[in-house]
């Protein structure tokens, strides 16, 4: 079953930071690549970051460029998100989601359950 | 990046059809067919319904349609049923090299 496990997320004070992790099964993991979108309470879907199959390319919404960085290592089929410089707005559901075929960033055909992160002091 | 814009709700009978538009620019919606459409029930994931303005991936029923003209995406839903009820938001490539989503639609099954 293709599955994807989200988990690190918890409470921060602002200003502080956070490793979010998604792990990847039934699936070839390298062959995909991968997003973070976020849900703030009751609000819409952001899209947050991704990055190509083979970790070469990174992109960022302009929200988090700087504070946030996405990486992947494929031997372990593990998404992950590097939180710092949290502040209150980037509290949310955090969703790891797989591209579609061909796709970096336009189309996302598997997610994850979501991690909760929240920002507060 | 402004979000691209949809109704707030929309709502139907079973076995009717609606439409929910998803407007935006041509920097987006009007620039590129990377238009996408996912549903989310509460409390869970989003669900890819249509990628690329109209193409609908493997299991996703033949119900559900998008299309495309200038700078407005449409998703239709045919023979409306009750399971339909949930939140739709459409999503698009921008001239940024980004992805912006839209605000998102209440769907209301009657």
């Known amino acids: 079953e293709v599955q994807l496990l989200e988990s690190g997320g918890g409470l921060v004070q602002p200003g502080g930071s956070l490793r979010l992790s998604c792990a990847a099964s039934?699936?070839?993991?390298?062959?995909?690549?991968m997003n973070w979108v976020r849900q703030a309470p009751g609000k819409g879907l952001e899209w947050v970051s991704a990055i190509s199959g083979s970790a070469g390319s990174t992109y960022y919404a302009d929200s988090v460029r700087g504070r946030f960085t996405i990486s992947r290592d494929n031997s372990k089929n593990t998404l992950y998100l590097q939180m710092n410089s949290l502040r209150a707005e980037d509290t949310a559901v955090y969703y790891c989601a797989r591209a579609i075929v061909g796709a970096i960033r336009h189309a996302f055909d598997i997610w994850g359950q979501g991690t909760m992160v929240t920002v507060s002091s | 990046q402004s979000a691209l814009t949809q109704p707030a709700s929309v709502s139907g009978s079973p076995g009717q059809s609606i439409t929910i538009s998803c407007t935006g620019t041509s920097s987006d919606v009007g620039g590129y067919n990377y238009v996408s459409w996912y549903q989310q029930h509460p409390g869970k994931a989003p669900k890819l319904m249509i990628s690329e303005v109209s193409d609908r991936p493997s299991g996703v029923s033949n119900r559900f349609s998008g299309s495309k003209s200038g700078n407005t995406a449409s998703l239709t839903i045919s023979g409306l049923q009750a399971e339909d009820e949930a939140d739709y938001y459409c999503?698009?490539?921008?001239?940024?090299?980004?992805?912006?989503f839209g605000g998102g639609t209440k769907l209301t099954v009657l």
């Open positions: 039934g699936f070839t993991f390298s062959s995909y690549a």
């Open positions: 999503s698009s490539y921008t001239s940024s090299s980004s992805l912006v």
